[in-house]
């Protein structure tokens, strides 16, 4: 298992799609977080089980208007898979902390799962 923090060198491709997805998610680039999602993506979370892109696009892409940042902390990694915990801030000033669960194929995210947490 490969273990990386948010200062690591030496990126395999799965913590670079990883990072990737974060950055363009807080910048609120669709289209490039779109072109990382594989086709037959599936989104799951504790409000949204099982949902496919459109769906997650239009379910869950406006939340991340209320994002200021997404500061990785850990980002674990094996094989093709990545747990990532990171640290939540939204525009009001608000902190939590999650942890995502990501699978890789080829270089597209397949899945996220995400599990909700706190400080």
Known sequence: MRTENSNANNETQVSHLVRKYFSDYVSRDRKAVEELLSDDFIFHSPHDPNIGKATYFE???ANGDNYRA???EKLFE???EAFVRYECETKAG?????TEFFRIEGD???EIEVYYGSL
């Open 70 to 72: 997404l500061n990785i």
């Open 94 to 98: 608000t902190k939590s902390r999650t």
């Open 108 to 110: 597209k995210i397949r």
């Open 59 to 61: 379910k869950c892409w």
């Open 78 to 80: 094996n094989g093709n």
